[in-house]
């Protein structure tokens, strides 16, 4: 796909990234002159320097040509113009933009993303992202990431193995029928700074993060067999008070309205201000590394600690110092990725990416397939993906056995009506199914041959 992006920051430069790895023509606009050569010498794009939401800019960059633009600079206002020039002058099929402000994200307004209004195919928010993901891993103990496929049926949870519970040195192949009452599918496991799509010898070992696909009335087994007692958070820790440590707090309040919420916020001008915000969030006023306010915050008997600041290495350290003073759970937003590889190692039990979910929300449209859902697992580990299998996609009437699939690339369920399927080698796809797959880098190109939605089907 010929793609351009508008924006090579933090969230613009992990999308290049990405894309210009698949095989994509990626063009970036920015106004700065070293994050265009930033980027052009660290990544195989083309760079232009100028103002994302000019004409005149956009079509030196090709934008004629281009199937998708994708606009993510810090200013909303220049997103949304840049995607109707797209539209309304060189009717650009897809259109995404970034935007960040609470008005134009509240539902009320959203008739306002259309093609008689501002025509955005899709409108991504990675604060509200965070905050939604965050959100999710409060229902489920243990949990480090929780996310819904074929309409919240079946479940992607990745969960941490910790003790010496039953599950560890037990090949996989044989947990089915030692724990019948489980029904899930091990997708993917990260062992130290390594991870594997396994196979029915592997073993799960104390310490591995593991990603589950589970059906939602089996969710209590899973949490039960790994050690983890069914009891959702009572008490939350909230530490940084911008946009996203804001929209969590909105979130929590409104999907968990026994939980108890406290925020920490730095500045106290913007501490004031979310305080106004909130309906029943205590918010202090304090420094997230100050041990006299975190006491004061009760760090000691809370559940979950959720460390949010804009800057990754004070969310880093809070974490750390949460755990030691008695937090139950700690996670840090990342978002640098030199960071990544060492948070598990030094005791952290969760990290937050945002880029990975901006990469997810996107994802979706640049998959080519009947594409439902997409997610990015952190570190650019693989992706996660809900395909329907259509009239004229090349697995049809086989079995899983028959698919001839690389090992980068395995099925974990399958929905075929109201039925969820944990598929075997005798599993044979059918029209319609929907199809939860993992695969990882290598085995992308062979996945899109498998799921492609060719032109006789229409």
């Not at 650009?92 to 539902?107: E, F, G």
Request: aromatic share 6%; glycine share 8%; with cysteine.
């Amino acid at each position: 796909m010929k793609i351009i992006v508008c924006g090579g920051g933090q969230v613009g430069f992990s999308i290049i990234r990405y894309l210009s790895t698949h095989d994509n023509d990626v063009t970036v606009i920015d106004q700065s002159e070293e994050v265009i050569n930033r980027i052009s010498r660290s990544l195989d794009v083309r760079g232009m320097l100028g103002f994302a939401s000019h004409p005149d800019v956009l079509a030196r960059a090709g934008i004629a040509e281009a199937d998708m633009i994708i606009a993510v600079t810090f200013s909303d206002e220049v997103n949304m113009i840049a995607c109707q020039i797209a539209h309304s002058l060189f009717n650009v099929p897809l259109k995404i933009a970034r935007v960040r402000s609470k008005s134009y994200l509240s539902p009320e307004w959203s008739s306002l993303y259309n093609s008689d209004n501002m025509p955005i195919d899709l409108v991504i928010s990675p604060e509200l992202e965070v905050a939604r993901t965050i959100s999710r891993t409060l229902e489920i103990p243990g949990a480090f990431e929780v996310v819904p496929f074929a309409d919240e049926t079946i479940q992607l949870v990745g969960i941490r193995c910790k003790g010496k519970i039953p599950l560890l040195n037990t090949p996989l192949r044989l947990l089915g029928s030692l724990f019948p009452e489980l029904g899930w599918s091990v997708l993917f496991i990260v062992r130290g700074d390594a991870g594997f799509i396994p196979t029915g010898t592997d073993q799960l070992q104390e310490g591995d993060e593991v990603y589950l696909l589970i059906p939602q009335e089996k969710l209590h087994y899973a949490i039960g067999a790994f050690g983890f007692v069914e009891q959702k958070a009572q008490r939350l820790l909230i530490l940084g008070g911008g946009n996203v440590g804001l929209f969590l707090a909105e979130e929590v309040e409104a999907q968990h309205p026994s939980l108890s919420i406290m925020l920490v916020e730095n500045d106290k001008d913007r501490a004031s201000y979310v305080a106004n915000q909130l309906s029943r969030t205590i918010v202090l006023h304090g420094d997230a590394l100050d041990r006299e306010i975190l006491r004061e915050a009760n760090v000691k008997i809370t559940d979950k600690v959720v460390a949010i600041t804009a800057d990754d290495k004070v969310n880093l350290l809070a974490s750390l110092l949460t755990k030691r003073m008695g937090a139950a759970q700690a996670m840090a937003l990342i978002n640098s990725s030199s960071y990544s590889n060492i948070v598990n190692s030094l005791g952290v039990d969760s990290v937050i990416s945002p880029q990975s979910l901006t990469a997810s929300s996107i994802l979706q449209y640049v998959r080519k397939g009947r594409i439902r859902n997409v997610h990015s697992l952190r570190d650019g580990f693989g992706e996660i993906i809900e395909a329907e299998a259509v009239g004229t996609s090349n697995v049809l009437g086989k079995t899983i056995g028959e698919i001839n699939m690389p090992r980068s690339l395995m099925i974990g369920a399958i929905i075929r009506d109201d039925q969820i399927l944990i598929p075997r080698e005798d599993t044979v796809i059918k029209v319609h199914d929907r199809v939860i797959l993992i695969v990882t880098g290598p085995a992308i190109k062979r996945f899109e041959k498998l799921f492609a939605v060719r032109l006789e089907y229409f």
